[in-house]
């Protein structure tokens, strides 16, 4: 080896051990940002659930939010569309912007749950027909007619990857489903409001491993098409289907990047001993 | 309870795996030098055979790693010394088959008047084997300071490797009848130079696994 690459090899240790080598953290806001949340603390009466959490969530893109149970992620994704809301004690103070707007300053809750929708950890379906489950929301919209009905549901389940599987009995009760497709449904429930985000609290979590993958195919597809926020405790699905990763521990944000650094070369200690198993 | 307490003892059997290896392939660079300069077949043919031993624990190697990976499903740190483990073990597996080649050689030269004293070949050697020591130690380790060090013996291992070359060549030129043994002893020179760049890409999968970060020290 010659001098001037052993001067260059020593450069790279060099810079190794000062941390520049490594690549740097992905810049927050890096692609086009759909959801900027920034300073965003929580409190449950006296008691402080999210600690400062700053990050942008790029559009069209998977972000996941993996961390121990209790850490706050759940927390988190509900203030997205303001289910917290619901809880009297709940205090929030900093900014989340979507679609240039502050959701917490604009006062249209309906229409924000409509921009950002959200599927749960089990199934939950209305105890109606696929179909009804389907065109609930567009109907509670004003929309009526039944032509137009049929395409949002057809749409809406297609986009799901459900169609074929119950399009001969879309009037049938959804509760006859499997687990995997009700969940689907969920997905297509969802779909039918013509979101711009969809947020998934361990979507599939209660799916055995077969309907998991169907669904983490589903979720690759469909961020061609929506900005996708989902809570897993499942590492290697977090690996398989998000493009960033955000690990939360005790309420705040310790690493944000790049899916792939995340699960290859975590900068902060506690990051790594998470993915690699060593707690929560 | 210390959580994957099992894993952390598979990883640990795995890196004892690597270092059994190791030292196997300096005694058998060692033993193919003894055979080398006291022109022992017998010690020569030793070392070809046993280098089976080395090539059974690549192999034990490569199925304990893919069956951790599929087993364990590995990520971060963890995966990186399980790959790097993998490919530590098939650069130490072929180091200990240029000590068979020069082993071979050696059997070429057979009783010859030895010319070995005109070359830096058992230098080259030591260092060599310094090198594996310090890659070794670094993997165990974990030691990125050492994983360079290796990459500047090598310097070495290169510029005996031309004197050696030059030498021997020269001698050539003038001792036609010699050329048998010289050859041998161009080709042991050559396995030395080889067996120096593997044992540097240790190094670098030891850098890589501890940085995270891929480094070319053979260039």
Known sequence: MNRALKEHTKELVKQNETGKGISEMAQRGKGNAKIKVKDLNLFYGEKQALFGVSLDINEKEVTALIGPSGCGKSTFLRTLNRMNDLIDSVKITGDIIINDENIYTSSDVIKLRTKVGMVFQKPNLFPMSIYDNVAYGPRGQGIKNKKELDKIVEESLRGAAIWDEVKDRLKTSALGLSGGQQQRVCIARAIAMKPDVILMDEPTSALDPISTLKVEELITQMKEDFTIVIVTHNMQQAARISDKTAFFLNGEVVEYDETDNIFSTPKDQRTEDYVTGRFG | ?219
């Open chain 2, 1 to 219: 309870m210390v959580i994957r307490e099992n894993f952390e003892n598979s990883l640990q059997e795995l890196k004892k795996k690597i270092s059994d290896m190791g030292e196997l392939s300096i005694q058998a660079l060692e033993n193919a030098f003894i055979a080398l300069k006291t022109q022992d077949v017998e010690i020569a043919l030793s070392v070809i055979e046993e280098d089976t031993e080395v090539d059974d624990l690549d192999d034990e190697i490569n199925q304990f790693a893919v069956w951790l990976i599929s087993k364990e499903q590995p990520v971060a740190r963890d995966l990186r010394e399980i790959i790097g483990a993998l490919k530590i073990s098939s650069e130490i597996e072929r180091v200990a088959d240029f000590a068979v080649n020069i082993s071979k050689a050696t059997i070429k030269i057979g009783k010859s008047k030895s010319l070995l004293e005109l070359t830096h070949l058992e230098k080259m050697k030591d260092v060599s084997v310094q090198m594996l020591q310090k890659a070794l130690q670094s993997f165990l380790e974990a030691n990125i300071v050492m994983a360079k060090e290796v990459s500047d013996l090598e310097d070495q291992v290169d510029e005996y490797n031309s004197e050696t070359y030059k030498t021997l060549t020269n001698y050539l030129r003038e001792h036609p009848e010699d050329m048998d043994q010289l050859l041998q002893l161009i080709f042991i020179n050559r396995h030395l130079e080889r067996a120096a760049d593997h044992i540097t890409n240790i190094a670098e999968s030891t850098a890589y696994l501890i940085k995270g970060k891929i480094y070319d020290f053979n260039s």
